[in-house]
Nanobody, 114 residues
Framework: QVQLVESGGGLVQAGGSLRLSCAAS????????MGWFRQAPGKQRELVAS???????NYLDSVKGRFTISRDIAKNMVYLQMNSLKPEDTAVYYC????????WGQGTQVTVSS
């Protein structure tokens, strides 16, 4: 059974940085797509960034130039480097991996204070 475990969330001041990590267990083969979603209170879950084996990376417009997604295929891990954080980035961030099925992490809270 595939399990995704996130780490790296927390509280940071505006302008600061955080790095989220997500590790997949229970699977040897790599995933075709990996990414990060977020959900703020009262809002729908949105795709923040994704990375594909074929097709490169994709970012939410509001995080372009500030966030960078990367992956370690051998370890089945995905990362999200978040710089110049803003209060509007506050949300629960979910790791996502896809290969015929969707897999989700439990979520990690990111809070950016002004």
């Amino acid at each position: 059974q595939v399990q995704l475990v996130e780490s790296g969330g927390g509280l940071v001041q505006a302008g600061g940085s955080l790095r989220l990590s997500c590790a997949a267990s229970g699977r040897r083969n790599s995933f075709s797509r990996m990414g990060w979603f977020r959900q703020a209170p009262g809002k729908q879950r949105e795709l923040v960034a994704s990375i594909a084996t074929i097709g490169g990376t994709n970012y939410l417009d509001s995080v372009k130039g500030r966030f960078t997604i990367s992956r370690d295929i051998a370890k089945n891990m995905v990362y999200l480097q978040m710089n110049s954080l803003k209060p509007e980035d506050t949300a629960v961030y979910y790791c996502w991996m896809y290969d015929s099925s969707n897999y989700w992490g439990q979520g990690t809270q990111v809070t950016v204070s002004s």
